[in-house]
């Protein structure tokens, strides 16, 4: 049976168990990504719930990741949940105002 690995610059082969808790959150967002790419392209869509996701994601990663999560949002829902302020700035940063809609709940609303 496949093991899935990460794979280092240097072509050395990582367990996930081997990778750093970001490095794994963003293979995981991937594989999610992914599998929601393809069931998108048969079926109905149906929304993507990321809750504090990016809080392991460096600043540069997570503007990588952010017009890729924008670019999908096209397709379908997109909830992206967190209580990071430095994220919606990133977002304004990244998407611009028009690229995302921000809800906020709680007392801070």
Do not use: N, W
């Not at 899935?4 to 168990?17: E, I, M, Y």
């Not at 293979?27 to 504090?52: G, S, T």
Request: proline share 6%; with cysteine; aromatic share 6%.
């Amino acid at each position: 049976m496949p093991i899935l690995v990460g794979v280092r610059p240097d072509q050395t082969k990582v367990p996930v168990a081997g990778l750093s808790e970001g490095s794994r959150d963003q293979l995981y967002l991937a594989l999610r990504l992914a599998a929601l790419d393809r069931y998108l392209e048969e079926q109905e869509p149906m929304p993507l719930i990321l809750d504090d996701l990016l809080i392991t994601f460096d600043d540069d990663r997570t503007r990588a990741i952010l017009p890729q999560l924008g670019a999908l949002a096209q397709r379908t829902q997109i909830f992206l949940f967190t209580h990071h302020a430095h994220l919606v700035e990133l977002c304004r940063q990244t998407l611009g105002e028009s690229g995302f809609h921000l809800h906020r709940l709680g007392p801070a609303a």
